[in-house]
C-alpha cells in the first residue's frame, strides 16, 4: 500500500502544473527540481535581468526556414536543445518572454506546442510574461542557473501537426480557424509573404490576440468557454485544425484550445498560409466570413 500510495503522489505531482500559472505561483514553485523555467528572448535581455533559475533560448533553436516557410525543427534538433535545458518526461516547464513586442508571446506559445508535439505534456506559459513578473516587485537575477543536460528521446505525437497533404484531404470535414487578423483572413488586407489573399477555404476567423487583453494576460476562461462552445460550436471531443501565416500566432490558439480549454484533438498547420497561399493548387476563400457545417 505504501508503494501504491508513493506511485499515486508522484502521478499527482507530474499532472499537477495548469498550463498557464501566475507570477505568484511560479515565485513559491521556481526552486523545485522538477520545473524548469526557460525565457525565450533575442540579444542581450536575458544576461541583463530574468527570473531565477530560468534557463534560455530563442525561437530559432526551436524552428527554421526552408526557403518558402518556417517550420519545426529536426527531431534530433529539437532533443538535442531540449536536453540542453534540462527538459526530460518528467520535467514541469514554465516558458516566459519580456513582452517587447507581440511575436514574444507567440514565440513562448510556439515552444509550448512544439515540446507538446515532442511528447513533454506538462507545460505552462506565465500570464503576462516578464512584465507581470516585474510588475509584482519578485525578484530578478543575471545568474544563470546550473542545468545538467538530459538524454531526452522524442516520442512524438503526429495528431499535434498537420502537413499540406492532410489539410487538403480533410476541407470541409473539420472545422479550421485562422488566427491572422480578420482583414487579413478576407483578404481585403494582403498578408506579407503570402502571394494569393483570402483563407483556406471553409476557415473560420478567430485573431489569436482576442484571447488576450492590453497587457497580454489570458482574458476570462469562462468567456472563452462560451466564444468557441457557443460561437464556434467545437466540441472539446473532436478534432479542429489551427493554422495562421506561418505558425507562430496559431501556436496561441494551439495553446488556448489545447491547454486552457482542454480540446483533446487540437491540429497545427505548422506551415500555413505561407506554403498554402503561394501554391495555385490550394483551395481558397476570400471577402467573405465562413462556419464550419459538416
Known sequence: MKILATLIGAAATLLAIDPLVTAQWLNEHKNESNLRIIEVSEGDLYTLEHIPNAAHTTIEKWRFDNGTFLSIRSVEE????????????????VLYA??????????????????NYHGIKNVALLDGGLKTWKNTKLELTQAEPSIKPTAFKAKIDSAKIADISYVKSHLGKLPMI?????????GVTPT????????????????WNYSVDKEYMLKPI?????VFKEGYSLDKNKEVLVYC??????????FVLSGVLGYKNVR???????????????????????????
Not at 196 to 203: E, V
Not at 245 to 254: A, K, R, W
Request: aromatic share 12%.
Open 222 to 226: 469562462g468567456m472563452l468557454e462560451s
Open 78 to 93: 529539437i532533443e538535442k536543445e531540449m536536453s540542453r535545458l534540462g527538459i526530460d518526461e518528467k520535467s514541469e516547464v
Open 245 to 254: 501565416t506561418g505558425g507562430l500566432e496559431t501556436s496561441f490558439n494551439y
Open 178 to 186: 485562422d488566427a491572422r487578423p480578420s482583414d487579413m483572413y478576407l
Open 268 to 294: 497545427l498547420y505548422d506551415a500555413s498560409m505561407k506554403e498554402w497561399g503561394n501554391r495555385e493548387d490550394t483551395p481558397m476563400t476570400q471577402y467573405r466570413y465562413e462556419m464550419f457545417k459538416k
Open 192 to 207: 506579407p509573404t503570402v502571394k494569393r489573399n483570402g483563407h483556406i477555404k471553409g476557415g473560420m476567423s478567430y485573431s
Open 98 to 115: 519580456p513582452i517587447n513586442d507581440p511575436k514574444d508571446v507567440l514565440k513562448t506559445s510556439y515552444i509550448y506546442w512544439a515540446l
